[in-house]
């Protein structure tokens, strides 16, 4: 009776394991992704923390704006004067659309050095036309391999998941675009924002019926996951919605996607901590 016990439950582990890959974050390094909106005091103090204090290397990305640096309502002047307004002391505004440019050591090793990363909102598809296959963008990973931290709000929050969600070149309302691959920081998710603020918290879905096996996660304006490895903790005033698209049969010891009737989300408030290889909430 224990060997078909022992049978069926390996059965249903490699099940399991041929279509449920580890959702992780970095190993040494931290990745902070936001919702959009306003930032928070907390998100904005993680942020500085994580980077090392108001001496660390800065480097800004702002590629998915599309603006001319050059213009003076750009968005770059206000950017600049809110770093400012944050204390750092040693920051640089980075921008290319150029492959060439990406692709140069002049331009990456800043980029490599830098103890932090921050990707601005605007349209995600941008920065993967702009940096995938570069040098830049594993100069984006080195930062994480040392230690650093890479945060993004809105765009700059989706372009870190290994799916990209909403990253059609024509419209943001197209959920599974003709950009269907981020940067992977973190690995085996998909990111949405602004769900609460602009009425998306069903979006998501989409992305998960057709790959049940990601982790979707939903950021309110105003809030923030801080993900270290295997663990996040929410930040800020809002919620972090989860989408698992699967659940456990206790009878075949199977993770089993859910149904069309089954769906739904999970509401994680700021303070807690959630488990994304566990796929749970963390009590303390």
């Not at 921050?118 to 349209?123: A, I, L, V, Y």
């Amino acid at each position: 009776m224990k060997e078909i016990s022992l049978s069926i439950f390996l059965v249903g582990f490699l099940c399991a394991g041929s279509i449920w890959s580890q959702t992780i974050g970095p190993s040494n390094g931290s990745c902070l992704i936001i919702g959009g909106g306003r930032l928070d005091t907390s998100i904005i103090h993680t942020f500085i923390r994580e980077a090392g204090g108001p001496q660390a290397r800065i480097i800004v990305i702002p590629t998915a704006m599309a603006t001319n640096p050059e213009d003076a309502d750009s968005g770059y002047v206000r950017l600049d004067a809110r770093l400012q307004r944050w204390g750092f002391e040693n920051f640089e505004i980075m921008h290319t659309t150029d492959h060439a440019v990406a692709n140069s050591m002049e331009f990456s090793g800043k980029i490599a050095a830098a103890d932090a990363v921050w990707f601005t909102g605007g349209r995600q598809w941008r920065l993967v036309d702009a940096y995938a296959g570069t040098k830049t963008e594993s100069a984006f990973h080195k930062v994480l391999e040392e230690g650093g931290i890479i945060a993004g709000s809105s765009a700059g929050a989706t372009i870190q998941g290994s799916y990209l969600a909403r990253g059609d070149s024509k419209t943001n309302t197209i959920m599974m675009g003709d950009h269907e691959v981020g940067f992977g920081f973190i690995e085996n998710i998909a990111i949405d924002q602004h769900v609460l603020a602009r009425n998306r918290q069903f979006d998501l879905f989409e992305i998960m019926e057709a790959h049940p096996g990601l982790l979707g996660v939903g950021l309110d304006e105003n809030t923030a996951l801080l993900i270290k490895g295997t663990q996040a903790r929410v930040l800020g005033s809002s919620y972090v919605l989860i989408y698992d698209g699967k659940k456990w049969d206790d009878r075949l010891l199977k993770y089993m996607p859910q149904t069309a009737g089954e769906q739904q989300f999970h509401l994680i408030k700021s303070g807690q901590l959630y488990d994304l290889s566990a796929r749970q909430v963390i009590k303390e």
